[in-house]
């Protein structure tokens, strides 16, 4: 199925570094969605962005619908070793058959050093 | 936000045995909700997804009589794997949608080990 081109694939940073990860898409999205997984856990809803331009913070982080609607990033400042997992965006088209399906992207798993 | 339960959490079962796997919207009523199996290191498969009296969406590839999907109430879908084989090990995630928005909320997963 349709996938979001998400990236990087992996990063590994030291506690303290700053951190950012974008979603591309071909199709347009009416919400961008960034999601966190821990090992052995469903995923965590971290932030949901709902216009086009709109940037939105949830402490320590910070993602922005992009104008296109068509890409999206996510920020983690100052991080910490329990900023460890598999971070995921996922695309959202609102209403009709389609309600509450979303388009995932690969994924970027994030390693934090103390 | 809103709350999925999912369980059992994990589960061990023999070939040839059928597993179900339970998916409940603790506090908001889910018309819709979502049958997912991830593989380790990789993005979650969208599998079916199930609606509420009536049969259940499967994408393409995903074997319908293999992986029955029940939803009798707009708070509770299940995912039968029948006849289950090693191969159909994996982790099996849910999610339900709340509120006009149509955020998704995860379930916390199922560990399907096939022996």
């Known amino acids: 199925g349709q996938q979001l081109n998400q990236s990087p694939q992996s990063m590994f940073i030291q506690e303290g570094e700053d951190v950012s990860m974008n979603c591309t898409s071909s199709?347009?999205?009416?919400?961008w969605l960034w999601y966190k997984q821990d090992p052995g856990e469903g995923p965590v809803l971290l932030i949901a962005l709902y216009k086009a331009g709109e940037l939105t913070s949830n402490g320590r982080l910070t993602a922005q619908f992009g104008i296109t609607r068509k890409d999206s990033f996510l920020n983690i400042s100052a991080s910490i070793p329990s900023d460890v997992g598999i971070y995921f965006c996922?695309?959202?088209?609102?209403?009709?058959?389609?309600?509450?399906?979303?388009?995932f992207g690969q994924g970027t798993i994030l390693t934090v050093h103390p | 936000g809103a709350v999925v339960s999912q369980h059992p959490s994990w589960v061990i079962c023999k070939s040839g045995t059928s597993v179900k796997i339970e998916c409940r919207s603790l506090d908001f009523q889910a018309t819709t909700m979502f049958w997912y199996r991830q593989f380790p290191k990789q993005s979650l498969m969208l599998m079916a997804t199930s609606n509420e009296g009536s049969k259940a969406t499967y994408e393409q590839g995903v074997e319908k009589d293999k992986f029955l999907i029940n939803h009798a109430s707009l708070t509770l879908s299940t995912l039968t794997v029948t006849s289950a084989h090693p191969e159909d090990s994996s982790f099996y995630i849910c999610?339900?949608?709340?509120?006009?928005?149509?955020?998704?909320?995860f379930g916390q997963g199922t560990r399907l080990t096939v022996v």
């Open positions: 199709s347009i999205f009416n919400t």
């Open positions: 999610s339900a949608s709340e509120g006009a928005r149509g955020e998704a909320f």
């Open positions: 996922a695309g959202l088209l609102r209403g009709g058959t389609s309600y509450g399906k979303l388009t």
